[in-house]
């Protein structure tokens, strides 16, 4: 099974070419657009020009106009409004939005909880407003549709309660006015229908008091925020809303295609400067019939229902859009334009689809957040500036933006994000923004470390029989799981489930794949939670500490019935290119932004022969440039050999308009590279550095997360004779009888290296060879066997269809037959081939082609289909089967010959490189330059002579790069590469 292919969006070409041909278009824009749903010269001519004739009817959102008359009516009765936020991105914006338009009408405050606290109401953070302010009205925006019994807790204190939220319902909706794109019936339908909560929750009502008449200095330690004029290197950006007490949301990615967002949360602050007196029989009915002679304005869009569209509103708001159509429903669409630019800024940063309304939204919004003159507040303009974003995208949005925001109630409170964007003091904006920016940063500091740790929790785990990965840790910070999350799922392609925990309490977040809905799939164990909520792709979960184990067997369990080809990794692109594109078509597809969710930039996959790509001065991104047309790979210098190779590849990209000193080229950017076809067309000099390096620089295995269970979980047990390879038992014993006194180094003014008889104690095949024939063993763990070519078969036969078995090789022509083999033998199971690395974690069975590193690490067999020069035992903790006979590299090592008076020449000259400074940074192929000028040596010479002096531990190379040399004593026989390459002669 090879790697699939599949068209983002299946499409009419018939239609696409008729298209073109009325609209003018190229055949590649029309194409696009027609993937992007505008199938006629109608729906194309709006989509390129979205405007507000695309905004809908406000008042088609159910409980709209009651609403709107609600707050009319506080207004006019001078009552005092609640803004309660939420603490991410959306949550922030959406609350500025509504208070923004409040504050020059009635007296409002605003409270943001603490992400500690808890996502959405709370008794407790009713308690907090009403002991300070004691509002008539408390507004939620981004929150409280899970909230049924908070509501009825609120109304019971006297304090009318209007919903406004985004996220999917639950069986039982709070008893109050309604404002959430994804509930159908009006709140006279709803109680028809007998799914209001008119019982209160027990729990929400205990030891709950509030006195009568109480008298409240909103000055004494008042955390509500009172009517007051308060004042790159791409980041990781989180994002995705989530339903429920335990909630994050979804966006992620620094210096990446990714794209995620969390929720977030900040405590309450607030100067409310008068006694504020509170009658606890008050009674403020937010359903009351009361009628409000109010001029509620006409919508600016379409009040029209189209026939045959379902009840409710037929656009997926993000929190900050629902609060901006309550806005558009008060004030009218004049009023609620001034806030189109933190709108757009939710609309992408919460991922919410970039289609119809939504797409207006983000248009204008943007054109408001690059006008000059536009009705954006202070702080936004100046955190803009500060980013130094002199044209704003929706990409500088979900990458810039939408992570500072976010990380305010990530890392601490989230309510300085609020007054960032509703402040007009420029002193506390400039302070703000240097806040936020430190929040930022120790956000990606805390997510890298997370992130790392999941990584190694999952080292040792069967992730063959593991659908849905759920861990927990008590260090964990819950700010940044949802990001956590996000990131782990695109690696392994499972759903993942990360928690933390407090007082015997894990509270998570949880994130899906596509193909998978993880609210279903965690609605099955619900009488598990203490809280839950969520939508098709991220959830958060809390429950007891002793129930993780029950859930991660259930929700396991569920998954089961999904199709394994669902977790099968696919090639997703939005068109196919013959030929490079033209800098017209490019302009054209340029139309089609913002780009984002629902919308996203279009992926244009190619199929490639040889070729050429170059390193970019001494970093580790890669360039191709032919005429106006370049072509970057970040970070790819490891992947340079692969694309220039002759090997029939499929590259993805994503191409856009560039200019440089006036002139307009267009750039490409490789977002991944996979094998169409695999041949023998590699660089030989290239692939004898790669195979002595692998030898000298890969790390061991650490055998405290060994996989020491067989296929059916019981210890692996191994036969006199199958470990050939286990160096550490039988060098221990050899060593008892060697004198280890070892004379002879390359000695410090380069002299000639002396070597006397004995010194040799890693001569691991004889002398286990040796101790193999006199014991009887059996060996728990992961054994070396060694196969001959007739058994190869079997071992294919043996394979799993996705996951758990990788190969090796470190000549081409063995990659390319064994491809081959593969196929013909095993058409229905899965084989990718690599260069050097896995793309990612995810232990699909793999072909790897001069592998390094830790390319194994998540494997449960590795297959070396050349022998290599190392111990395979110590170089992964998975099973190990090595084939019989010699590497067909070796005999290129020999013909390349290594004297003993190249080891010496080459010797001093790295200890020159080093003490001058030098680093290898860049690879040996850039060592060899910077050292090796009068190229004296070859190249194979060098990365040989480089590669002995490392696997003596005479040389290290630490993450930057950085050379030491040691004063480790040894010589030369030692290394297995050495004799290699002909035993010094």
């Not at 095993?826 to 390094?852: G, H, M, Q, T, V």
């Amino acid at each position: 099974m090879k790697i699939r292919y599949k068209k983002r969006k299946t499409i009419d070409r018939n239609l696409a070419a008729e298209l073109s041909e009325k609209t003018g278009l190229s055949l590649l824009a029309a194409d696009l657009l027609v993937s992007a749903g505008a199938e006629s010269e109608e729906e194309i001519g709006r989509f390129l020009n979205p405007g507000k004739a695309d905004f809908l009817d406000p008042f088609r959102l159910p409980d709209m106009r009651a609403a709107a008359e609600r707050i009319l009516s506080a207004q006019k009765n001078g009552e005092r409004i609640v803004v309660y936020g939420d603490y991410d991105c959306d949550g922030v914006c959406a609350a500025a939005i509504l208070y923004g338009f409040l504050r020059d009408k009635t007296e409002v405050f605003y409270y943001i909880p603490n992400r500690k606290d808890g996502y959405g109401l709370s008794v407790f953070a009713i308690d907090k407003i009403a002991e300070n302010v004691f509002p008539d009205l408390i507004i939620t925006v981004d929150c409280g549709i899970a909230s049924a019994a908070e509501v009825e807790y609120a109304k019971e204190l006297g304090i009318d309660i209007i919903i406004t939220d985004h996220h999917t319902p639950q069986e039982i909706f709070p008893d109050t006015l309604i404002l959430n794109p994804k509930v159908k019936y009006s709140y006279e339908e709803r109680k028809k229908r007998n799914n209001i909560n008119i019982d209160v929750n027990a729990e929400a009502n205990e030891n709950k008091n509030v006195s009568t008449n109480r008298n409240i200095n909103g000055n004494a330690n008042a955390d509500i925020h009172v009517n007051e004029n308060i004042s790159a290197n791409p980041d990781i950006n989180s994002n995705e809303n989530i339903n429920g007490n335990a909630n994050e949301n979804k966006n992620d990615n620094a210096n990446e295609n990714s794209k995620r967002n969390e929720n977030d949360n900040a405590d309450l602050n607030e100067n409310a400067n008068e006694n504020i007196s509170a009658d606890s029989n008050k009674k403020v009915n937010s359903n009351s019939n009361e009628n409000v002679n109010s001029n509620i304005a006409a919508p600016c869009g379409n009040p029209e229902k189209p026939k045959n569209e379902p009840d409710g509103y037929p656009n997926p708001l993000c929190g900050a859009g629902v609060a901006f159509k309550l806005v558009e429903a008060v004030g009218g669409f004049a009023a609620a334009e001034k806030f189109l630019g933190l709108a757009a800024i939710a609309t992408v940063g919460d991922i919410v689809p970039l289609t119809g309304e939504n797409r207006a939204i983000t248009a204008l919004g943007l054109s408001a957040l690059n006008e000059s003159r536009a009705p954006v507040g202070k702080g936004l303009k100046r955190l803009c500036a500060a980013l130094k974003l002199e044209k704003i995208t929706a990409s500088d949005i979900a990458f810039m933006i939408a992570p500072r925001l976010n990380a305010a109630g990530r890392m601490g409170i989230a309510d300085r994000a609020l007054e960032l964007l509703i402040s007009d003091d420029y002193f506390n904006i400039d302070c703000l923004i240097n806040e936020l920016n430190a929040d930022n940063k120790e956000r990606q500091t805390v997510l890298t470390d997370i992130v790392n740790d999941v990584y190694d929790k999952l080292l040792g785990e069967d992730l063959n029989g593991t659908r849905c990965i759920v861990l927990a840790d008590e260090g964990w910070d819950g700010g940044v799981l949802g990001i956590a999350c996000a990131k782990i799922a695109e690696q392994f392609n499972r759903p993942v489930i990360l928690f933390t925990e407090n007082e015997g309490i894990l509270k998570g977040s949880a994130r899906s794949i596509d193909g998978i809905d993880i609210f279903e799939a965690i609605s099955r164990s619900k009488e598990l939670f203490t809280a839950f909520g969520g939508h098709a792709q991220a959830a958060g979960v809390s429950l007891k500490r002793e129930n993780i184990d029950v859930f991660r067997r259930e929700i396991n369990d569920f998954l089961k019935k999904y199709d394994e080809s669902v977790f099968a990794p696919e090639i997703i692109y939005d068109a196919i290119l013959e030929k490079k594109p033209t800098l017209s078509e490019i302009k054209e597809i340029g139309r089609l932004e913002p780009f984002g969710e629902g919308n996203p930039k279009p992926l244009f996959l190619s199929f490639e022969n040889e070729m050429n790509f170059l390193r970019i001065k001494n970093t580790r991104h890669i360039r191709e440039k032919t005429g106006n047309y370049e072509t970057v790979g970040f970070n790819m210098t490891d992947t340079a050999e692969f694309l220039n190779s002759g090997t029939k590849k499929a590259v993805l990209t994503t191409i856009e308009r560039a200019e440089y000193n006036n002139t307009e080229y267009l750039k490409a950017v490789v977002a991944g590279c996979f094998a169409a076809e695999v041949e023998a067309c590699f660089d030989r000099e290239r692939l004898l550095e790669a195979y002595v390096s692998a030898a000298a620089f890969s790390p061991k295995a650490d055998k405290k997360k060994a996989r020491k269970k067989g296929k059916d979980g019981s210890a692996v047990s191994v036969k006199d004779g199958d470990n050939i390879l286990q160096a550490e038992s039988a060098i221990s014993a050899a060593d008892s009888d060697i004198d280890k006194k070892i004379s002879g180094d390359i000695t410090k003014d380069g002299s000639a290296v002396s070597v006397k008889d004995g010194d040799n104690i890693l001569q691991a095949e004889s002398t286990i060879s040796a101790a193999d024939s006199n014991t009887d063993k059996k060996i728990s763990g992961n054994a070396v066997k060694r196969f001959e070519k007739n058994q190869l078969k079997a071992i294919i036969n043996e394979t799993g269809r996705l996951y758990g078995t990788a190969f090796a090789a470190f000549d081409d022509k063995t990659a390319a037959g064994f491809y081959k083999l593969f196929n013909e033998i095993a058409p229905d199971k899965l084989l990718i081939f690599c260069y050097r690395s896995a793309e990612s974690k995810n232990p699909y069975n793999r072909l790897i082609l001069s592998p390094k590193d830790a390319a194994f690490e998540y494997y449960d067999r590795v297959v070396f289909l050349d022998p290599p020069l190392f111990d395979p035992s110590e170089y992964t903790a998975a099973e190990v089967f090595v084939s019989g006979g010699e590497n067909p590299l070796n005999a290129e090592l020999r013909a390349a010959g290594l004297s003993d008076s190249a080891v010496r020449e080459i010797y001093i000259r790295i200890r020159a490189f080093v003490k001058d400074g030098g680093t290898a940074e860049g690879g040996l192929r850039a060592v060899y330059a910077r050292i090796v000028s009068d190229r004296k040596f070859s190249n194979t010479e060098f990365a040989a002579a480089f590669s002995v002096f490392a696997e003596l531990g005479l040389l290290k190379i630490d993450r930057d790069g950085r050379i030491t040399l040691t004063e480790n004593k040894t010589n030369l026989e030692n290394s297995a590469i050495y004799k290699a390459c002909g035993a010094g002669k």
